[in-house]
């Protein structure tokens, strides 16, 4: 679930980047395949990182959640 919706975000951020080029607010290069090349190691890096991070988010709270009620002190 978390790799899809790291999909999406990235579908999005592309084309509200792609929307804004067109209308003229921003600019930049065109793509250029020696630069992504170049690039690929970061971003391959910054997306595991990403990701990984998500992925320990959820971890705990699962973990919290199942140890505070096998701990629940009735009075």
């Known amino acids: ?5 790291l999909c999406i ?5 592309v084309l509200c980047v792609l ?3 067109k209308l003229g607010i921003i600019s930049f290069r ?3 395949m020696a630069d992504a090349k170049a690039w690929f190691p ?8 990403i990701y990984t991070g998500s992925k320990s988010l959820v ?3 699962n973990a919290a959640s199942r140890q ?5 002190v009735e009075r």
Do not use: E, G, R
């Open 1 to 5: 679930m978390n790799f899809l919706l």
């Open 9 to 13: 975000q990235s579908f999005v951020c």
């Open 19 to 21: 929307t804004v080029k």
């Open 42 to 49: 970061i971003s391959f890096l910054l997306v595991a990182v």
């Open 30 to 32: 065109n793509f250029d």
């Open 68 to 72: 505070v009620d096998n701990h629940v």
């Open 59 to 61: 971890s705990p709270t």
